[in-house]
């Protein structure tokens, strides 16, 4: 079964830091672009980060540039997110998905199921 499965989410004060995972099954993620996107309540869908399956050159949306990294290791089949810095801003749900470049394409064919994290006192 082909899928992306996050881990890594949960409750985080403000100032810390989260290091999400996004592990690929069924297939390998050496040749996939992955994003990572997340949706906050009432919010749309933004996508924020993404590295590429060729040399692993990345893309920060402004909202999080310089606070968060993006990272694979392709021999455990999984990317990463280092999230420091963290804000009441950044509760949301995280998702990681495929895609067909990065920058972002837009082709989106393999989505996990979304991890949580809240940044609260």
């Known amino acids: 079964q082909v899928q992306l499965v996050e881990s890594g989410g949960g409750l985080v004060q403000p100032g810390g830091s989260l290091r999400l995972s996004c592990a690929a099954s069924?297939?390998?993620?050496?040749?996939?672009?992955i994003g990572w996107f997340r949706q906050a309540p009432g919010k749309e869908r933004e996508g924020f980060s993404c590295i590429s399956s060729s040399d692993g050159s990345t893309y920060y949306a402004d909202s999080v540039k310089g606070q968060f990294t993006i990272s694979r290791d392709n021999a455990k089949n999984t990317v990463y997110l280092q999230m420091n810095s963290l804000k009441p801003e950044d509760t949301a749900v995280y998702y990681c998905?495929?895609?067909?470049?990065?920058?972002?394409?837009?082709?989106?064919?393999?989505w996990g199921q979304g991890t949580q994290v809240t940044v609260s006192s």
């Open positions: 069924g297939f390998t993620l050496d040749y996939y672009a």
């Open positions: 998905a495929t895609d067909g470049g990065c920058p972002p394409v837009g082709l989106n064919d393999v």
